[in-house]
């Protein structure tokens, strides 16, 4: 059962440019998580979705970063018009939803380091 | 709102020293705590959890008591060794759908 998978592992952008991040969960996972881990620093809660739906985005900041899990394929984090301030490891995680219930272990990916140049 | 603080870092010490990182939380209800592990240029792989108060996670040797009276689940190790160099993040989950970390604690282990 592979776990959860992120590419591109490492990204470099150029200020202005579009950076486009893919999460996919593990095997039979239906929630999805995003954190942003600035140097030396913990994780920070993004945004947390299901499939076609955006449940919790109160960590997303309000301009330039969107996301999204389609029905088919990764979960996608946008980030428009980047930044040097949005370097950073971005980290995706996943967990089931069993029995009618959450469950509160999330599986981590091993992270896209994106540098803004 | 709802937090985790943990020791400052780098912990640095001998091979087969006993380790001990602090960590202390704030919530409202009853969260679940987690200790995870980041290896250099990793993602985060969960250490140990526990569900509820006096709770013992354990895992690899690791141990951590979830204790409410103090609001604390300290992380420990009889015997460090330089495989466990790495970065330590305690956390807690609330059910509000995410994972609130501590800022980490790097840890070094000398041969």
């Known amino acids: 059962n592979a776990g959860v998978m992120q590419n591109p592992r490492h990204l470099v952008r150029r200020r202005g440019q579009e950076a486009r991040l893919r999460c996919s969960p593990m095997k039979g996972h239906s929630h999805v998580y995003w954190y942003r881990q600035l140097p030396e620093e913990g994780l920070k809660f993004m945004v947390y979705l299901q499939k076609e739906n955006i449940i919790d985005e109160s960590g997303m900041p309000k301009e330039r970063f969107s996301a999204e899990f389609p029905k088919e394929g990764p979960s996608i984090l946008r980030i428009q018009q980047v930044v040097r301030g949005d370097s950073a490891a971005y980290f995706c995680?996943?967990?089931?939803?069993?029995?009618?219930?959450?469950?509160?272990?999330?599986?981590f990916g091993p992270g896209t380091r994106l540098t803004v140049l | 709102g709802d937090s985790v603080t943990q020791m400052e870092g780098p912990v640095t010490l001998s091979e087969e020293a006993f380790l001990t990182i602090n960590c202390t939380y704030t919530?409202?209800?009853?969260?679940?705590l987690f200790w995870y592990v980041q290896y250099p240029g990793e993602g985060l792989q969960l250490l140990l959890k526990?569900?509820?108060?006096?709770d013992k996670g354990s895992n690899k040797g690791f141990e951590a008591t979830y204790r409410k009276e103090t609001t604390s689940f300290h992380l420990e190790k009889g015997s460090v060794q330089v495989s466990d160099s790495a970065v330590y993040f305690c956390a807690l989950f609330t059910g509000g759908f995410k994972t609130i970390f501590g800022a980490g604690t790097r840890l070094f282990v000398k041969a």
């Open positions: 995680a996943s967990s089931p939803f069993e029995r009618g219930a959450y469950t509160d272990t999330q599986y």
């Open positions: 919530a409202t209800g009853y969260p679940s």
């Open positions: 526990a569900t509820k108060a006096d």
